[in-house]
């Protein structure tokens, strides 16, 4: 069968697929990952596919890929803010080929399969979570002549009615072909850019799903779920050497697993492998604040150059609200640790949870401040379909928005939706433009990375790639 996987036009730019998708201020984008798996999949199962990534390559252009389709399944990928725009590109493919199936994936339809099959009647069906076996599934249900669904993962409308398959049970990722095989093909790795990480990159996953239960974490909750599914650690290995023979300028390695570090001995097996192979590749990680320092200084001789780590706040009272199941006494030995290592932070602090108010924001820069990770995001809580801080918002009307393009300022950006009456979300986008440039334009912060950029001619190109664009922000006062 024909399929095409498509990261539909939007926004130049727009990376859809990160935790909280947006145009962002340093120039980020993602790489349409999970497209990839599937597209990858579908291919080694037989199939003819094509992969295109209509926001990181602005050649294709709605009118080029309504006049490129020749699929017989089109699956499209989404987001929150961009669900009516994704959903009028499905129609305009169905308005050139009536004949094509065209179904949605990622996690805000999973989250809301059947509202959105019925707000966008032109929709075949939508994927739930994971679909690489999914896709693989419906084709050959839909070559046959079957119920599309009877095949679990699937909601499918049948007869003017909406109707769910079964859920389907996470499987193991190492049944899928590495994702870096999938972007060689299709992809050009210099579209893709992390800001705190060395261009060029490429992003895998070492594992699937995350078991913590964080109440605004949109991956877990809704797409890839909490059941922990790590990779064998040989075929890690092996995607790093692929990574290295098919692009020797590659800079940086990404694992963007939910958690890299969930399970402490695997992770120092897996580092303990890839300094074996002595393939000389930096990478970057998300991880929680809990390593011990021996685990890191292993991380680190296996080419661990940064990690991402969730803060979020400097209050326990807050941190214990968000379920992050980790305090202040475990945090700045953390960091502490990760500096003697020699391994550069990436801290995410986050405003507006619940419970949240303007003494604890202040609590969150101040702590921010007291543990200088290299850098530092400060967000507005950002509240998406099937998550429990979505239901809280819900719950209490505390969502502004009317429709889920509010999601976004009409620059693409992110724009918070939550509005509490005693903390609006115009405080709460005050407050972290605010943390931003006290924390950036510091006369401490500036002297740090001075020093950094003279030492490390690789930190310099990164740091004047990412900060050129994202100084005009911060020189605004723009969220």
Not at 73 to 84: E, G, H, K, N
Not at 252 to 260: H, P, S
Not at 331 to 356: K, L, Q, S, T, W
Request: glycine share 6%; with cysteine.
């Amino acid at each position: 069968m024909k399929i095409l996987f498509l990261n539909p036009p939007f926004l130049p730019k727009y990376s859809r697929e990160q935790r909280s998708p947006a145009v962002t201020k340093s120039g980020t984008i993602y790489y349409p990952m999970w497209l990839s798996y599937a597209a990858g999949a579908a291919a080694s199962a037989g199939h003819d596919v094509d992969l295109v990534d209509s926001p990181a390559d602005e050649r294709w252009t709605l009118e080029r890929v309504v006049d490129a389709v020749a699929a017989e399944l089109a699956v499209v990928d989404t987001s929150t803010p961009s669900i009516a725009n994704d959903a009028g590109v499905a129609r305009a493919l169905k308005d050139r080929r009536p004949e094509l199936k065209v179904v949605l994936v990622g996690p805000h339809v999973s989250a809301l399969p059947e509202e959105t099959l019925r707000e966008y009647p032109w929709l075949d069906g939508v994927l739930r979570g994971e679909y690489e076996r999914t896709v693989l599934e419906l084709a050959d249900v839909l070559a046959g002549g079957g119920n599309p669904a009877a095949v679990p993962g699937v909601t499918w409308r049948r007869d003017g009615d909406v109707v769910a398959g079964p859920d389907r049970v996470p499987e193991d990722p190492d049944r899928w072909p590495f994702v870096a095989e999938t972007y060689a093909r299709f992809l050009d790795v210099r579209n893709y850019f992390y800001a705190h990480s060395l261009y060029p990159i490429v992003t895998v996953l070492s594992a699937r799903g995350c078991p913590n239960r964080c109440i605004y974490c949109v991956y877990p909750q809704t797409f890839s779920g909490h059941s922990y599914r790590p990779r064998a650690v040989s075929a890690v290995v092996d995607e790093l050497r692929f990574i290295r023979r098919t692009w020797p300028d590659v800079r940086e390695v990404m694992f963007e697993d939910d958690t890299f570090s969930v399970d402490h001995e695997r992770t120092r097996e897996l580092c303990e492998a890839i300094a074996a192979a002595g393939l000389k590749l930096k990478w970057s990680a998300n991880a929680r604040c809990d390593l011990d320092l021996e685990t890191l200084k292993l991380m680190k001789r296996a080419g661990c150059r940064l990690l991402c780590v969730g803060v979020e706040s400097g209050s326990d009272e807050m941190l214990g609200g968000m379920k992050k199941s980790i305090d202040r006494a475990r945090i700045e030995p953390f960091f502490a640790d990760a500096a003697r290592a020699g391994i550069m932070i990436h801290g995410c602090f986050m405003v507006g949870n619940p419970g949240e108010t303007r003494e604890t924001m202040e609590a969150t820069l101040a702590f921010a401040k007291k543990l200088k990770p290299d850098t530092a995001q400060f967000f507005p809580v950002m509240a998406y379909p099937g998550t429990a801080l979505y239901r809280w918002a819900e719950k209490h009307d505390y969502l502004s928005a009317s429709c889920f393009a509010d999601w976004l300022t009409p620059e693409g950006q992110h724009n918070c939706v939550v509005d509490r009456p005693d903390l609006p979300a115009a405080a709460l986008v005050a407050f972290c433009d605010r943390a931003r440039r006290e924390f950036y334009l510091s006369f401490g912060y500036l002297a740090r990375k001075f020093a950094q950029v003279l030492t490390s001619p690789a930190e310099l190109k990164r740091t004047w790639r990412s900060g050129r664009r994202f100084l005009r922000h911060l020189a605004r006062g723009t969220r």
